[in-house]
């Protein structure tokens, strides 16, 4: 029986290791969308800004993320897309609106207004500089920078998007999404928050714009519960169900 146990217990403290390991990146508090917090656990996908320099995030980077997600079988084409990666830069929030073949940038008709406030010890990339009207406003007052931002992209054909980066635990970034003329290029549950999940990564959350077309919530960086902690969790229960 003791023998049974030990064995029960070196299982599931090394299914606690693996989780641990999974829980090494960041983890994202979403508040706001919706009736319920929930959490965004991020995942490496590669150099996804290659030899960019801020605040450029290339067409070509931009649509390798997006090439990364329909491996995943995650769609992003008619979606604003919110997903926490680990990248050289640190732990990323993206933010990717409708999807990105690399057509380029193509004008458009489609257009998506959002006013963003993060710390201002975090760094920055738009897709489209040139072509969105963007600024970026460092308070002097406050340790903050808020990015006010309409974006235009070509429904059909393109897409755009642009990321905090280097965020650190107890970082706190709020946003506030205003519909505009999307040309029909962006369908009616128009978010989607995509997190790690079992070693692949999964939409966690879909939601739309309210019926005033605004969508407003924060996301904030949180530490990962000790591994100690899930250990007792995990034994306690076990014990438990013997028990019972």
């Excluded at 604003?80 to 057509?103: M, Q």
């Excluded at 406050?142 to 393109?158: D, H, N, Y």
């Excluded at 997190?195 to 959350?205: M, P, R």
Aim: hydrophobic share 40%; no cysteine.
């Amino acid at each position: 029986m003791k023998r049974a146990l030990r064995n029960q217990t070196l299982i599931m403290t090394a299914t606690v290791a693996s989780s641990t390991a999974f829980l090494a990146g960041g983890i994202i508090e979403i508040n706001g969308s919706g009736e319920e917090s929930f959490l965004l656990y991020s995942q490496s996908l590669g150099s996804i800004f290659g030899s960019d320099e801020a605040p450029e995030f290339s067409t070509d980077h931009l649509a390798l993320v997006h090439e990364k997600l329909m491996s995943f079988g995650i769609d992003t084409d008619g979606k604003i897309t919110i997903i926490p990666v680990d990248t050289g830069y640190g732990l990323s929030l993206l933010t990717l609106i409708d999807s990105e073949s690399g057509a380029g940038d193509n004008e458009g008709s489609s257009s998506l207004g959002l006013t963003s406030t993060a710390p201002n010890s975090l760094g920055f990339f738009i897709n489209d500089m040139e072509q969105d009207d963007w600024q970026l406003i460092t308070s002097p007052w406050l340790p903050s920078q808020t990015l006010g931002a309409t974006f235009v992209w070509e429904g059909l054909t393109s897409g755009d998007g642009f990321a905090w980066t280097g965020l650190n635990i107890g970082d706190a970034l709020s946003y506030s999404f205003v519909e505009m003329n999307d040309d029909n290029a962006i369908d009616a549950e128009a978010f989607q928050f995509v997190g790690a999940s079992n070693g692949g990564l999964d939409v966690i959350y879909s939601d739309g714009f309210k019926s005033d077309g605004t969508s407003v919530f924060t996301a904030t960086v949180v530490p990962a519960p000790p591994a100690g902690l899930l250990i007792t969790g995990l034994l306690l229960g076990y014990r438990r169900r013997r028990t019972e």
